[in-house]
């Protein structure tokens, strides 16, 4: 496969995984790329309701044919159980062995076309969604994303080690919830703390990718799907951008 | 990956597992000695299940004897957030002794591994270690276990359900859309098991800004009553919590905001009041 393909983890819950890849898929189209996103966590699968996707898949001879939308100058491609289910509200009660059928399903199965990148968001763990993941594409490049605080960089160091040991390419690690802006008053308060993610890069000596702040704007427009509509209105797109051009330097 | 621990099954419980295989669904058995179990879930990750478990554990333990299982094999909070470190010790009977903070039993994954190792593991192995943190740990005599439940709802949500009588379920959620529709998904699933729901608590509810004091609804001031009304998890609210940077520090101190915080501890003791209206503290097990 030609395209760089890069999965965002992160071992801890709510962090802002799925919020990443988002944004990440929507400043990469944004420039003129042509992105695919596959959600890979089956039983929370958030990204479509952020990307504002909604639909059923349909099928051609090849294959799945992914939903897609124009970001900018750019394409988004997704796949994401939630397009194969019809009761959104319904729970996804799977084991392990289905949800890894249905992993290989979506790696092997979807015609995606030519992308410049494929981003991956992980459910929070290293169970068999990650394992599956890693077995289908080993080359795959992994950006770990934590919230400042210690319980959170306590689950991520987990995630560098796994990475580690399964010689997986890290680009680095981003700092999510780090300070909020009061539109108040503008000073800044930090919630969950601030460092906990530069510390832990510094201490796995891997690259320190960014802070992104709490933006209860972004977190809106990801809540009713339009982020895309009105890309540039929140502050926390610009830390993103900076992070984006870290990531697809040569 | 080995359990560090070496303890065996006894015998009885050999044969309740092959059976259990040879059948497919196991029958439930209560945990020895233990009346009551809670479990703390929410289907979404990041939402603080595991602060709302700590502090509710905390202050449940006034009142009963309680215990906490970090039922996240994945990412185990509970260590760090109660502060216990020591490794547990096995008893003759080759059963884990929960160490004991804060006058609450714990029990987690992150006891037995590394802190930095990752547990990297299918299903079937998830489903077998949970057993063991439920069969293999010395937890009674205890008046209510509570169960800080891992997001989704895979393996560790059916293995525990379907293994264990449990009173109920508390579910804790964020006013996020992602978050609520998450939620909602595992109150269905719980539904599906027939678990009662006995509430929905809100965390990070608001922020009020420590320099100018404003109150700020970071994901929307619709009263979560009208946002889950008509789902699954339409059930009563018990709490909600703010967004308070004092509350991440305790957890990340290993000191529960529950027990120098009075606001905290005043929401967590009132939520208890309403969980000991369902919990059976009279029967013997």
């Known amino acids: ?250 | 990956m080995s359990m560090h621990c070496g303890y065996l099954f006894k015998r009885s419980f050999r044969r309740l597992l092959s059976s259990q295989n040879n059948k497919g669904l196991p029958r439930k058995f209560p945990l020895a000695g233990v009346k009551n179990v809670i479990l703390v879930a929410s289907g979404k990750g990041g939402v603080g299940k595991s602060t709302v478990a700590t502090n509710l554990a905390i202050a449940l333990s006034k009142w009963c004897s309680v215990g906490l299982l970090d039922a996240d094999v994945f990412g185990p909070s509970i260590p760090l957030m109660m502060n216990v470190r020591e490794v547990p010790e096995i008893n003759h009977q080759k059963l884990i002794l929960p160490p004991i903070n804060y006058n609450v039993k714990c029990m987690s994954m992150g006891l037995l591994v590394d802190p930095s190792s990752p547990v990297v593991w299918r299903g079937l192995m998830v489903m077998q270690a949970i057993r063991k943190l439920l069969r293999g740990v010395l937890w009674g005599p205890l008046d209510l276990l509570i169960v800080d439940m891992p997001p989704g709802t895979g393996d560790t949500q059916l293995s525990i359900t379907q293994e264990i009588p449990v009173t109920g379920v508390v579910l804790v959620t964020t006013p996020q859309a992602v978050a609520l529709a998450d939620c909602i998904k595992g109150a269905e699933m719980f539904g599906k098991v027939s678990l009662p729901i006995l509430g929905l608590i809100e965390n990070m509810s608001f922020f009020s800004c420590p320099f100018c004091s404003v109150k700020h609804h970071l994901y929307g001031s619709t009263p979560l009553s009208e946002l889950v009304a008509g789902t699954a998890a339409d059930v009563p609210v018990l709490a909600q919590l703010p967004m308070e940077p004092s509350v991440v520090r305790d957890c990340d101190k290993g000191s529960p905001s529950v027990i120098d915080n009075p606001h905290i501890g005043l929401v967590f003791d009132s939520v208890a009041e309403r969980l000991l209206l369902h919990l059976d503290l009279e029967s013997e097990t």
């Open chain 1, 1 to 250: 496969k030609q395209w760089y393909q890069r999965r965002v983890r992160a071992g801890k819950g709510g962090v802002g995984k799925s919020t990443t890849v988002a944004v990440l898929a929507g400043t990469l189209a944004s420039s003129g790329l042509s992105v695919g996103v596959l959600d890979a966590d089956l039983c929370g699968p958030s990204l479509s309701r952020m990307i504002g996707l909604k639909g059923s898949i349909h099928s051609c001879e090849q294959g799945w044919l992914p939903l897609s939308a124009s970001v900018g100058k750019g394409r988004i491609s997704a796949v994401s159980l939630s397009f194969l289910v019809e009761n959104q509200d319904e729970a996804v009660i799977w084991r392990g062995p289905k949800k890894t059928a249905m992993i290989k399903q979506f790696l092997s199965d979807v015609c995606w076309g030519a992308l410049d990148y494929l981003l991956i968001d992980t459910p929070p763990g290293t169970s068999d969604e990650h394992m599956t993941i890693m077995e289908a594409i080993p080359n795959c490049s992994v950006v770990l994303v934590t919230s400042p605080q210690a319980v959170a960089a306590a689950d991520v160091l987990r995630q560098v080690t796994f990475c580690k040991k399964t010689n997986a390419n890290v680009l680095g690690i981003i700092e999510t919830m780090s300070g909020f802006v009061c539109p108040n008053c503008s000073d800044c308060g930090l919630l969950f703390g601030k460092g906990g993610g530069k510390r832990l890069a510094e201490y796995c000596n891997i690259e320190f990718l960014g802070y992104v702040p709490i933006d209860p704007n972004l977190s809106r427009l990801l809540d009713r799907g339009e982020l895309f509509k009105n890309f540039q209105s929140s502050a926390s797109i610009q830390s993103y951008t900076e992070i984006t051009k870290k990531l697809i330097k040569p």
